[in-house]
């Protein structure tokens, strides 16, 4: 990942969003849009090897695979809902982004489900 590469290219899609706003808000909004998604996918193409690298250990502990899965997609729900509320808080729609950080928070709660159920079997098999 290179960092500097994306740092600029923020920057110059913050000045350019900025200058564009003067003349007509959608158009910057559209820049945002734009330079956010370029952005996230260079994130997640970098994130990869690190998902193989977690793979892989969890696999020499002997770790339950998919309670690592579900860690990983909470971390993502997470990272995707925090992105499309500060979109939507930088186009002024702070409701929007209020009920977009509930969803995201409904839906980590509804992922972690399995881990929930597997922590109370083994609470039950400590206590009897």
Do not use: H, W
């Not at 000045?15 to 996230?40: M, N, Q, T």
């Not at 996918?41 to 690298?53: N, Q």
Request: proline fraction near 2%; include cysteine.
């Amino acid at each position: 990942m290179n960092i500097a590469a994306i740092v600029g290219t923020g920057v110059a899609a913050a000045a350019l969003a900025a200058v564009l706003r003067r003349s007509g808000a959608e158009y910057g909004l559209f820049v945002s849009a734009a330079a956010s998604l370029l952005i996230l996918y260079a994130v997640v193409t970098a994130v990869y090897p690190i998902t193989e690298l977690i793979g892989e250990l969890s696999d020499a502990a002997g770790a339950d695979n998919g309670n690592i899965a579900i860690l990983i997609k909470a971390l993502a729900v997470c990272f995707i809902t925090q992105l499309a509320a500060e979109s939507c808080r930088d186009s002024g729609e702070g409701a929007i982004a209020s009920k977009i950080e509930l969803a995201g928070k409904t839906a980590v709660l509804l992922l972690a489900i399995p881990l929930f159920r597997s922590l109370l079997g083994i609470v039950k098999g400590l206590i009897m």
